[in-house]
């Protein structure tokens, strides 16, 4: 079973502050990488994609691969109440499914 | 406006009542899936779709099924609900398996019985 793993929180961050996603995958062949933010009672949405070793940056959002230790991680800057959320870590098993993490529960307090 | 549509978002049954929970997409996406959400567990896959007449199992494809007869829909079907089905559904939709942006549904809540 391809496994992807990530706590599930709660992670309570002040405003402003840096918020850290971890995520570790088991399946050494998973290429692409995605994190997907899902607001309660609402459908993930993508927010980051990453395929190669190393740092990505989207505005305020970071996402950091490193396939050796089979690591995935997402920092948000300058966190704002807007970004609570809960974040899903993915990844291709195959080419027909992306696995995904049971997720992590982020609360930015005001 | 490019979506994925499920109908119906919320259902209450009863063990054994047979249901279908359709999906349609509008943007001529090949590949299209379905997804169980449940606490603690994140999503999982129940089937997918690479293409029409083009089926195959996810990782909980038990009590499920499923059809693509025609490209822009992908109905979930459960013959015979029972309780432990009680979830949210997903469903989600690709340019083809493998691209980037999965396009989700708004999601069907379930509640059996």
């Known amino acids: 079973q391809k496994e992807v793993e990530q706590n599930s929180g709660p992670l309570s961050v002040p405003e402003g502050a840096i918020a850290s996603l971890n995520c570790t995958y088991s399946?050494?062949?998973?290429?692409?990488f995605f994190w997907y933010r899902q607001y309660s009672g609402k459908s993930p949405e993508l927010i980051m994609s990453?395929?190669?070793?190393g740092d990505k940056e989207d505005g305020r959002f970071t996402a950091q691969l490193n396939k050796a230790s089979q690591y995935v991680s997402l920092l948000i800057r300058d966190s704002q109440p807007s970004d609570s959320a809960t974040y899903l870590c993915a990844a291709h098993a195959g080419a027909q499914k992306l696995v995904f993490g049971q997720g992590t529960r982020l609360t930015i307090n005001p | 406006e490019a979506q994925v549509t499920q109908n119906p978002r919320y259902l209450i049954t009863v063990t054994g009542k047979k249901l279908t929970v359709t999906c349609s997409q509008n943007?001529?996406?090949?590949?299209m899936s379905w997804y169980r959400q449940d606490p603690g567990l994140g999503l999982r896959q129940i089937y997918y779709?690479?293409?029409?007449?083009?089926?195959d199992k996810g990782d909980v494809p038990e009590g499920y099924k499923v059809s693509r007869k025609e490209k822009r829909n992908f109905p979930l079907i459960l013959e015979s609900p029972s309780p432990n089905q009680t979830s949210l559904y997903f469903c989600a939709s690709n340019l083809f398996a493998g691209a980037n942006v999965l396009t989700f549904g708004a999601g069907s809540r379930l509640t059996v019985l």
């Open positions: 399946d050494r062949g998973s290429q692409s």
């Open positions: 990453i395929y190669s070793n």
């Open positions: 943007m001529n996406h090949e590949y």
């Open positions: 779709s690479m293409n029409v007449e083009v089926t």
